[in-house]
């Protein structure tokens, strides 16, 4: 069993980064919708959130749900989503997939800006814990950037699993390799199927994709 730091590689994005992600003007189109769309998804819902970074999305989406575990492996990022408005009904936790309650099951999931940065080798071990955690039915939904953000953040180099790797620039003027994959709906139809998904939706728009697809009943 690999620790949640292998599975997710680098962890969700920096929370600076993604907090600026969402503040870029060519975003805002995109970024008007998603807000539009996805709280509606989660009303009423037992909903989890991995990879919350600083709360961003989760300022939005928690405020209809019926229960709420945020979840981050950066306790920092915990400490500033807990200042966004509409949370004070969240529980956060530090950790990923593997801090998932053991005696709580989940009927609704979102990630945003999380699955890019899973290795390609550990797809498959992180939706295990995660479908592991989830009521039959389940509607799980990640979010993240379309190709169009290597025209910023090229791809610089690829490991032998083939993931790829971007240069980033870090709060002290340096720059940190991340390791960062673009999934095309082919690869998520396929690996979804090995999970007993027959079902799913991709959305692909000019600076995010969507994925969107619910558990068998019988899981």
């Known amino acids: 069993m690999h620790s949640d730091q292998d599975i997710q590689g680098q962890g969700a994005e920096h929370g600076d ?8 003007p060519e975003r805002a189109l995109d970024l008007a919708w998603l807000r539009r769309y996805l709280p509606l998804q989660y009303a009423g819902c037992r909903a989890l959130e991995l990879g919350c970074g600083s709360g961003y999305w989760t300022q939005y989406l928690a405020p209809l749900a019926s229960r709420y575990l ?14 966004r408005p509409g949370v004070e009904r969240v529980a956060f936790r530090a950790g990923g997939a593997e801090a998932l309650p053991a005696d709580e099951r989940f009927d609704a999931v979102f990630a945003g800006l999380y699955f890019s940065h899973v290795p390609k080798q550990h797809r498959d071990e992180l939706l295990a814990r995660l479908h592991g955690g989830l009521s039959g039915g389940a509607r799980v939904i990640f979010i993240d950037n379309s190709e169009l953000q290597c025209r910023e953040y090229p791809l610089v180099a690829y490991d032998d ?23 095309n709906e082919t690869e998520l139809r396929l690996l979804l199927g090995r999970h007993g998904v027959g079902e799913m939706a991709f959305l692909r728009r000019e600076h995010f994709w969507l994925l969107e697809y619910r558990l068998p009943d019988w899981h």
């Open 17 to 24: 980064y993604r907090d600026a992600v969402y503040e870029l």
């Open 161 to 183: 699993a083939g993931n790829g790797y971007q240069q980033r620039p870090t709060g002290d003027g340096g720059q940190r390799r991340v390791l960062k994959n673009f999934p």
């Open 70 to 83: 945020a979840l981050d492996p950066s306790p920092t990022a915990l400490e500033r989503a807990k200042l």
